[in-house]
């Protein structure tokens, strides 16, 4: 039977209709240029980048505001960004390409690998291995102003860890250090030959195609789309910061990229390590990094936030629940900059996020934003939870600095004039500091950083950062108080506040300024002396050092300081005075030490008796 024709155009109709009507994939991206800028406008963050990665391949990559902030240049996907703490995962990936190789154990003491590291004692030396390494479970808390004060070279840092202090037994707690990463990476110097930044760029960047990214801020410096870093003081003021040069430690955070090559970066980890097919890292080795290996607090759920929980971490990553996604994330922070990277690999997703702001929010929040949207989760305004969080903690902050009672003592004055407390102080585990006056002002130098000394009360002051001008009201909690020995001398500095988790001071030892003798004028101390009975003896080791022999102990150094005098070499607070007659021969010596002065008479050598025929 023939339908009318009527009809027929009807279905026709209808037809076209539903095809018109078939539902789309929503635009999961929809809007968010209205997002960020509000981010960019309520951080008062200058710009970022984001990339998405989904199964493999790239889905979102944009640039947010400026590189540069002065001439108004955009960031681009390709902008270089300093990563800071992203580089963690890339030192630990190659000491997990190690362990394939059969070259490491990742439960062997690490110095089967590197005999030069020790801890501060045998126990640790004896039991650290590169596991407890890379989970952050060796007991060390960070020590990071040793490094980022007094950079030096990577075997130097090395040698510092024996002078830190544990704050905890080992595998008791988790405490992030980022010597443990950069000790990683000297491990894999000594054992392939090859420095790190070889062995990241030869089996890492240069099979994944990651041609832009770079190890040093000097390198990076000189690219046509490299990003400044900026600072806000008194939460408006733009600042810009300089590049902080951090190779020295460069295994725990020095790689600069941008977030096209670290788009590669996170593919291979949804990926089982694979990129293109091949395979960059072990499969064994992505399924342990991002498995649990040490517990870095409770991560117990938030009433406002009940479905993101957990805190755990793998191998230089952060593992978290959220909603109910498996994510693992590693954040980044240096001077100018903060970044994340974060990957779901249950559900083949990666974010990055890039920015140019100092110790910024910024990645957290775009990073929650985006995971909202691209796994289909319940919406969460996660910038304005922030917002609230930021204001509470400051309105809380300024509730209890009304509360705070000074403990600053007036009307008292140093001890000494200020020109007596200049000089040199070190600390084998922090490095040298200078301490110098210029006009009424002390001023304390490292090899980065000085510092105005502000008098606090008696023989203790705070340190003021010069850099772009003295801020009076940026204060620290860190106090240097100048020590002095017995002999009323200043002999060392005892800084509190420079390791938060080691609740005693490190104390600095003053070294004496070290002056030039011949190895004639050296002649006139050699010697022997009486001292109460018991003889002590001087003598010239080499061709111009003065030793130090007293009959029980071993041989000492002693170093010419000048007038007569030698301080002895590594014993703090101990120095010898000779007494010299009119006519320039030494006649005596004066120890002095803790326990008080000695004097010790020249011996005068007996007369050769002439020879009779």
Known sequence: MKLPLLICALFITISASAQKRKPTKPDRFAGLDTTFARVLTDWKAVGFAVAVVEKGKVIYSKGFGYRDLEKKLPVTPNTLFAIGSCTKAFTSSLIGLLHKDGKVDYDEP????????????????????????????????RHDLSWYLNPTSRDSLVGRLQYMEPSAPLRQRWQYNNFMFMAQGVVAEKLSGKSWESNVRERIFEPLG????????????KSTDASFGYEVKKDSLIQKMAYYNIDAVGPAGSINSNVVDMAKWVSIWTNGG????????????????????????????EKEIPDVYMANYGFGWMLASYKGHYRVEHGGNIDGFSASTCFFPSDSVGIIVLTNQNGSPVPSIVRNIITDRVLGLPAFDWNKDRLKLVNKAKASAKETEKKVVSTRKKGTKPSHRLADYAGTYGHEGYGNYAVTTTGDSLFLQTATQKYWLDHFHYDIFQPFDTKGGIDTTDKSPVRFQFTTGLMGDIDGIAVSGFESAIPKPLVFSR??????????????????????????????????????????????????????KFTIKKLVGFSIQFELNDKGETTALTAMQPNGTFKATKKVAAPVAEKKE
């Open 274 to 301: 694979k990129f293109g097919g091949k395979e960059i890292l072990p499969a064994a080795y992505v399924k342990e990094a991002m498995t649990s290996q040490m517990v870095i607090s409770g991560g117990l759920p």
């Open 511 to 564: 070294s004496a300024a070290v002056k030039g003798i011949s190895a004639a004028d050296l002649k006139k101390y050699v010697g022997e002396y009486d001292l109460a009975g018991v003889t002590a003896s001087t003598s010239i080791k080499g061709e111009k050092t003065l030793m130090l022999l007293v009959p029980g102990q071993p041989e000492y150094e002693l170093v010419f300081v000048g007038n007569h």
């Open 210 to 221: 990651m041609s832009s990214s770079l190890f040093s801020v000097n390198d990076m410096a």
């Open 110 to 141: 690490v110095t089967k690998y590197l005999p030069s590291l020790k801890f501060f004692s045998d126990d640790l030396t004896n039991h650290i291995t590169l596991r407890d390494m890379m989970c952050h479970r060796t007991g060390l808390p």
